[in-house]
């Protein structure tokens, strides 16, 4: 059975960063990638960026380029975001997904990670 | 990017209704289109994917139609586990993007 399992809360003032981590199990870790999407309070689902299986190739929407890093460390079976020079509209509850089967296909989910910027 | 406009945004309805949720793509994106239900609280459920098809385990009162802009979710009898929010999302080109959603409530 296929599980992702995020990192908690965290709280953070503007400006700081955060990073968040999603932990896999139930399938070969290497095998499919990992996307990143949020959802800011009342708000839809803006997807983020991903990393591929293997960690080799990344991509992430233009909004947040610059300001986004999706890393992987398959000796954990773990995915990492982390979002620089955090602002008040950042807070959001993070997700983490992956797509097993087809790349962009969200057939799993993380349970989410709610991030609150506030100074 | 491929612009997602679902409609409506919310909708009422009744236990055995049934329903449709429209999502239409600002581009040609053939069927690289997946609905999720999202019930509050919780993270998204993928329900159907490639348009039309229905994800194992999702109940077969959930189908899915169409293809290169226009797309349709259907529950053929609204059940009351169905009251939730409702998201197409298109796979065909980079940046992935979500369509606004629609609430189904009572």
């Known amino acids: 059975q296929v599980q992702l399992v995020q990192s908690g809360t965290e709280v953070k003032k503007p400006g700081a960063s955060v990073k968040i981590s999603c932990k896999a199990s139930g399938y070969t870790f290497s095998t499919s990638g990992f996307s990143w999407v949020r959802q800011a309070p009342g708000q839809g689902l803006e997807w983020m960026g991903w990393i591929n299986g293997d960690g080799g190739h990344t991509d992430s929407a233009q909004k947040f380029q610059g300001r986004v890093t999706v890393t992987t460390d398959a000796s954990t079976s773990t995915s990492y975001m982390e979002l620089t020079s955090l602002r008040s509209d950042d807070t959001a509850v993070y997700y983490c997904a992956t797509s097993l089967v087809v790349a962009g296909v969200f057939e799993s989910w993380g349970q989410g990670t709610l991030v609150t910027v506030s100074s | 990017d491929t612009q997602m406009t679902q409609s409506p945004s919310s909708l009422s309805a009744s236990v055995g209704d049934r329903v449709t949720i429209t999502c239409q793509a600002s581009?040609?994106?053939?069927?690289?289109l997946n609905w999720y239900q999202q019930k509050l609280g919780k993270a998204p459920k993928l329900l159907i994917y490639d348009a039309s098809n229905l994800q194992t385990g999702a109940p077969s009162r959930f189908s899915g139609s169409g293809s290169g802009t226009d797309f349709t979710l259907t529950i053929s009898s609204l059940q009351p586990e169905d009251f939730a929010t409702y998201y197409c999302q298109q796979y065909d080109n980079l940046p992935l993007t979500f369509g606004g959603g629609t609430t189904v409530d009572i």
């Open positions: 581009q040609d994106i053939k069927n690289y």
